[in-house]
């Protein structure tokens, strides 16, 4: 049996001392760093964006219901009165990401919101009434966060 030359051997694990190739590597790990920031960033700035349309309606809902309570002399406070219709239609018309509001919750008059009462200030029962306005908008596409099994976000 021959033995072979040190110059085989070493021709034999030339190509695992060589650096060619590495950048290829350097390259699709780059790559994957890419996707997941590119996803943080585009699809966070999306659910931001979304998050200040939800609270311009919310906002415009609460509004109307306010101007509604301070000149109809109603003093309906259910969800048939026109402050709470109000509050809803305004929240509605103001889009959040190019739809409507998924969910609108419109409470007037801390007396009548049911089983969540929220923290009211003094003022509303003086005054005769409050209103708060909910938006959420669920659904939300999401372009890169796919490729790490999320599908969809939500806001309120």
């Known amino acids: 049996m021959a033995k072979s030359s040190p110059f ?45 349309q939800a609270q311009n309606a919310a906002d415009a809902g ?37 739809t409507a509001p998924t969910t609108v919750e419109v409470f007037v008059d801390p007396l009548t919101m049911g089983s969540w009462t929220p ?5 509303c029962n003086t005054i005769g009434g409050c209103a708060q306005v909910n938006v959420y908008r669920t659904g939300m596409p999401t372009w890169f966060a796919n490729v790490f099994g999320i599908s969809s976000q939500q806001i309120r």
């Open 119 to 123: 923290t009211v200030p003094a003022i």
């Open 62 to 98: 609460a509004l109307s219901a306010a101007v509604s309570l301070a000149f109809d002399p109603s003093t309906d406070y259910s969800t048939a009165g026109p402050a709470y219709n109000s509050g809803t239609n305004g929240a509605t018309t103001n889009n959040v990401f190019g």
């Open 8 to 52: 085989v051997r070493h021709r034999r694990f030339a190509r695992f001392r060589s650096e060619r190739g590495v950048s290829l590597i350097h390259v699709a790990l780059l790559l994957f760093v890419m996707m997941g920031l590119s996803m943080f960033v585009t699809d966070f700035g999306v659910l931001w964006l979304a998050r200040g």
